[in-house]
T-cell receptor, first 116, second 114 residues
Framework: AQSVAQPEDQVNVAEGNPLTVKCTYS??????LFWYVQYPNRGLQFLLK??????LVKGSYGFEAEFNKSQTSFHLKKPSALVSDSALYFC??????????????FGKGTKLSVIP | DAMVIQNPRYQVTQFGKPVTLSCSQT?????MYWYQQKSSQAPKLLFH???????NEADTPDNFQSRRPNTSFCFLDIRSPGLGDAAMYLC?????????????FGDGTRLSIL
């Protein structure tokens, strides 16, 4: 079975400082990995994905994520946090081996608060 | 802009009174999904349609049903809502169910049960 862990329920960071939101995954085959952001009373918005190739992927709003196969991680990063980045962040995984579920499995989410 | 639209954004119903939530898309995607999301939790997949083929998750209660009359529209029917069904319901679409493209989400319908 595939699974995602987001070990931190909440991350607080000062505006202008770098931010990291952690994600680790487990799949039987190779992973397709995604990050989504959710603002209050809104749906999930796609930020970035890793499918194959370069381990560092760049996405919307200055976010990037690094795929680390040996550590089975896909941490979300941004060099300089903005107050407007405050939101709920979800990591998600799909197993591309065909043996796993077609379904997208989400982590429980990490609430990011950027302090002015 | 191509998008996923959910109506209404807020829905209040009475305990046991049937309710229908709607979703439409202009993306012309093959797959439409319904998720249930309770406060600050991960979205939980209820079911999805791949074209006209309906796929129910094993742990989705019988109380929840869905209809997809055409490519653009999909409905979530809750036959007899209980207090535990109060949640945000999210509709999403994708081109293929196992593809590399991300799912596109609507802004959700927040359902309250009186």
């Amino acid at each position: 079975a595939q699974s995602v862990a987001q070990p931190e329920d909440q991350v607080n960071v000062a505006e202008g400082n770098p931010l990291t939101v952690k994600c680790t995954y487990s799949v039987s085959g190779n992973p397709y990995l995604f990050w989504y952001v959710q603002y209050p009373n809104r749906g999930l918005q796609f930020l970035l994905k890793y499918i194959t190739g370069d381990n560092l992927v760049k996405g919307s709003y200055g976010f990037e994520a690094e795929f680390n196969k040996s550590q089975t991680s896909f941490h979300l990063k941004k060099p300089s946090a903005l107050v407007s980045d405050s939101a709920l962040y979800f990591c998600a995984v799909r197993d591309n081996s065909g043996a796993g579920s077609y379904q997208l499995t989400f982590g429980k989410g990490t609430k990011l608060s950027v302090i002015p | 802009d191509a998008m996923v639209i959910q109506n209404p954004r807020y829905q209040v119903t009475q305990f046991g009174k049937p309710v229908t939530l709607s979703c439409s898309q202009t993306l012309n995607h093959n797959v439409m999904y319904w998720y249930q999301q309770k406060s600050s939790q991960a979205p939980k997949l209820l079911f999805h349609y791949y074209d006209k083929d309906f796929n129910n998750e094993a742990d989705t209660p019988d109380n929840f049903q869905s209809r997809r009359p055409n490519t653009s529209f999909c409905f979530l029917d809750i036959r007899s809502p209980g207090l535990g069904d109060a949640a945000m319901y999210l509709c999403a679409t994708s081109r293929e169910p196992q593809g590399i493209q991300p799912q596109h989400f609507g802004d959700g319908t927040r359902l309250s049960i009186l």
